[in-house]
Structures are given as structure tokens and as C-alpha cells.
């Protein structure tokens, strides 16, 4: 038979209040347990600090994480533990190297290109969930979310002061060009964050064709600009594959979980 341990006295009540006026949740937390180890196993003073100092700077960091993986607008789930990395034709050196975020450290652009369920969007979320996980800032946009931004903030001509806020982000993902005709307002928004964020910030793009045919999609005179800009310091990647993984995986059944009897 088991015997449980008691849970350790709570705080006194000045020294709780003064740890909410403080603003230390995580020490306040911890606190109890830590005191209650520190007495029975007689740790120094500067033993107990540290421990819950540490307490508290591994909860602000997780908070930080998870505000800034909210506020990405990243899509939920695709990250790097469920990319299949040899199944993928990107080289594995170059996954390696681009897990490391040099790139977006130096500012540098990524331009994810090839055909429908390649992996393009899978690759691209997942490094964005690493880069806020290693501490940096993402945003995630499609053509369609850009447009609306500009239509948004045209109307109160405040639409430079969008896209500065938008390239605050170390690294702006953009999904899915080239899938539909792109619209006016798209094309625009599309020019002015890749300028924007020309030679500061971040930009990893996918789309079904290269970069190089987006003359197919927008404006000449706005594509070759914004092109010119997009892959000065971009990598290039483009992925291959005779048939989709959304499509194996249907034709396998792993897309779905087995119905119940």
C-alpha cells in the first residue's frame, strides 16, 4: 500500500500578497514545494533563490512562447516532430542547415516551390513553430489575409503603418501563392510587405510555381519588383513528387482514424 505524501503548508499570507503584488506567479507556485525540500534537505539560502528564480524565468519564458505562437496566426499542428524528413526531396543537409535559423538571423528569404502536397506548407509551419520556440517572432499570412489587411487600413490610409507593424516579426510566412488568379489588392499588399521587409527582415514564401513565373499571376511591372526583391537573398528549394502525401496518405487510409464496429 502506497503511502502519499502530504502537500506542503501553503504560503503565509503577507508573504503570498507580496508575491501577486510583485507579479513572481511561477515563484509563488514553486514556493511551497521549494521550501519544503529546502528545510528537510538543508539547502543554503542562495540555493532556494536560485531555484525559484529559475521557476519563475522557465514560466515567463513558456508564457512568452505560447503568446507568440498565438499571436502568429500559425496554423496548428505542422511541426518539426511530425515532418517526415526523408520522405521529403528537400535535401537533408539543407533541412538541417535551415533548422538552424542562420537565415533568418541574416535576414534571408526562403522561397519553397513545386507542385500541390509536397510537403511546401508542412515544411514552412513547422520551422515557423522552431523559430518562436528558439525565441524569435513569426507572422503567417496567405494572399487572401494580406488583401484584407490593405483593404482594412486603405480606408483610414493607414496602411504603411500595417505593414511596419507586420514586418516587426522576424520571420513572415507567406503561404500559398500561385494556387488562384491573384487579385489587385493581393498583388499590391504582396510588393509592399516584400519590400518592406527587404534586407531587415525574414520572408518564407511557398508557392506551386517559381518565383521567376509570377509574372503569370500579377502585374509585370509589380511582379519583377517584387521578385527582384523576394530572391536578392533568398534560398530556393523546390520539391518534387509524382503524387501528393495528402493523396497517399487517403489511398493508405492514414489520413483518417479507423471507424469503430
Known sequence: MSVQTPPPPPLPEELDRLLRRLRLPYVRHAAPE?????????????EIL??????EAAGRDQATIRTRRR????????????????????PQ??????????????????CVCGPSGTGKSHWVEALGHHAIDQGKTVAWH??????ALMRRHRADDTVAKAISKLIHADL???????????????AEALFRVVDAAYEKRSIAL??????AGFDELMPKTLAAATVDRLLHHAHVLLTDGTESYRLTQATSGEGVRPLAG
Open 34 to 46: 521549494v521550501i519544503a525540500t529546502a528545510a528537510s534537505q538543508r539547502w543554503e539560502p542562495a
Open 50 to 55: 536560485r531555484v525559484l528564480l529559475t521557476e
Open 71 to 90: 499571436s502568429s496566426q500559425l496554423p496548428a499542428g505542422k511541426t518539426l516532430d511530425a515532418w517526415q524528413e526523408k520522405a521529403s526531396t528537400i
Open 93 to 110: 543537409a539543407t533541412q538541417q542547415a535551415l533548422r538552424t535559423l542562420e537565415w533568418v538571423t541574416r535576414a534571408e528569404n526562403l
Open 142 to 147: 496567405t494572399l487572401e489575409s494580406l488583401a
Open 172 to 186: 513572415i510566412i507567406i503561404d500559398d501563392v500561385g494556387l488562384l488568379p491573384v487579385a489587385t489588392d493581393a
Open 206 to 211: 511557398t508557392s506551386n510555381i517559381h518565383p
